[in-house]
T-cell receptor, first 111, second 110 residues
Framework: GEDVEQSLFLSVREGDSSVINCTYT??????LYWYKQEPGAGLQLLTY?????DMKQDQRLTVLLNKKDKHLSLRIADTQTGDSAIYFC???????????FGAGTTVTVRA | NAGVTQTPKFQVLKTGQSMTLQCAQD?????MSWYRQDPGMGLRLIHY???????DQGEVPNGYNVSRSTTEDFPLRLLSAAPSQTSVYFC?????????FGPGTRLTVL
């Protein structure tokens, strides 16, 4: 939606790190999410971060949150061909389960 | 648990036809929602429900109706399909701020 913005495309070489960026406008955003969508499939929750955190790491995934700049990023270490997908950033407010999504970043991993 | 299930997977309608997209979840989640996904626009919320008997409109509700007679089921009805409703529809349920999505229904309206 208009409240969440992402770049549309990212191309990365296999083995390199990928960084997907997202900006949001709602200062009351409490939860920020990253979803992965593979071709023809639904959305898979990768990770989420609460707004009182500035970093979260989960295996190859690192989420960084800059609340002052309303900027969220997802870093994928050692990117593999199976990481090729569309990645969506989304935000919600505490106790309101409605999600606002970005348009999605299509990540292409090349050999 | 089967999670969130949706039927059908694919559907083609003619303009003016009606149909119901089915959604069910077996996780006893109170909150359920419907989104549509269009190229370059991410997902947009159509309708949502915070529990049985309670529904509300999202960002793009026009042309769609919902009902929530049970915790498990949350069907989406198109009363008179229009080509602008060609899209991929996702149902989701939510617990503890984690939203679980179904596999989607790809709808084409001719």
């Amino acid at each position: 939606g208009e409240d969440v913005e992402q770049s549309l495309f990212l191309s990365v070489r296999e083995g390199d790190s990928s960084v997907i960026n997202c900006t949001y406008t709602d200062s009351s955003s409490t939860y920020l999410y990253w979803y992965k969508q593979e071709p023809g499939a639904g959305l898979q929750l990768l990770t989420y971060i609460f707004s009182n955190m500035d970093m979260k790491q989960d295996q190859r995934l690192t989420v960084l949150l800059n609340k002052k700049d309303k900027h969220l990023s997802l870093r994928i270490a050692d990117t593999q061909t199976g990481d090729s997908a569309i990645y969506f950033c989304a935000e919600s407010v505490m106790n309101d389960y409605k999600l606002s999504f970005g348009a999605g970043t299509t990540v292409t991993v090349r050999a | 648990n089967a999670g969130v299930t949706q039927t059908p997977k694919f559907q083609v309608l003619k303009t003016g036809q009606s149909m119901t997209l089915q959604c069910a979840q077996d996780m006893n989640h109170e909150y359920m929602s419907w989104y549509r996904q269009d190229p370059g626009m991410g997902l947009r919320l159509i309708h949502y429900s915070v529990g049985a008997g309670i529904t509300d409109q999202g960002e793009v509700p026009n042309g769609y109706n919902v009902s929530r007679s049970t915790t498990e089921d949350f069907p989406l009805r198109l009363l008179s399909a229009a080509p602008s409703q060609t899209s991929v529809y996702f149902c989701a349920s939510n617990q503890n701020n984690e939203q679980f999505f179904g596999p989607g229904t790809r709808l084409t309206v001719l």
